[in-house]
């Protein structure tokens, strides 16, 4: 038999909205995640409640600090977009696709985005790609293009959401970041997701 704690624990699990009753102490109910200020509601603080339906309207956490590997920094600035806006789980950094980014990014340098991809110049490529074509540094990508493309958001038709529902798409658990930069300096990179 359960006590009557245990028993109203158990229906509230089982029931939505139960965040509140279980807040994390000091959580306060408003105010930022990484990245974010008290009070400010671009930034999830209670994510007890799982994933939600859509990101937060015009979330644009902070940047993190770059560790000055940009495979890790591109990997985690998608999962702090996916975490901080909308309670998604990290992907896994997918080091054995690496190379293969690194090779779309090169090749669509003399051509054009995807061509890499929809040629199946090497492998492991994942099952969705999204593509930073000629960026001024792998800064920016990291801190700009992977951005602009979470701020594109859910809705119709694909090819104006595609990049965040490449980035939000449940079956998907490990994304590869690749990186060229030209003889000219811009930078092309990849994420390829599986």
Known sequence: ??????????L??????????????????????????PGDPRFITDCSNGPLNVPV???????????GDPYADCVTRINQLRWECQCLPALQRWNEAEGCANQHSEYDSTRSPHAGF???????????????PGWG?????????????????????YSAHGHYINMTNPSYTMVACGFYETAGGSVWSVQNFQ
């Open 137 to 157: 540094s792998t800064e920016q990508v990291i801190d700009g293009c992977l951005q602009l493309m979470w701020d594109e958001g859910p809705g119709e038709p």
């Open 12 to 37: 509230c699990l089982l029931a939505a909205g139960c965040g509140d009753f279980f807040e994390a102490p000091g959580a306060g109910g408003t105010g930022g995640g990484a990245g974010g200020t």
């Open 57 to 67: 309207a015009n979330c644009q956490p902070e940047p993190l600090e770059g560790s």
């Open 118 to 132: 929809s040629s199946d110049v090497c492998s492991p490529r994942g099952w969705a790609q999204n593509e930073c």
């Open 1 to 10: 038999m359960h006590g009557a704690k245990t028993t109203l624990l158990i």
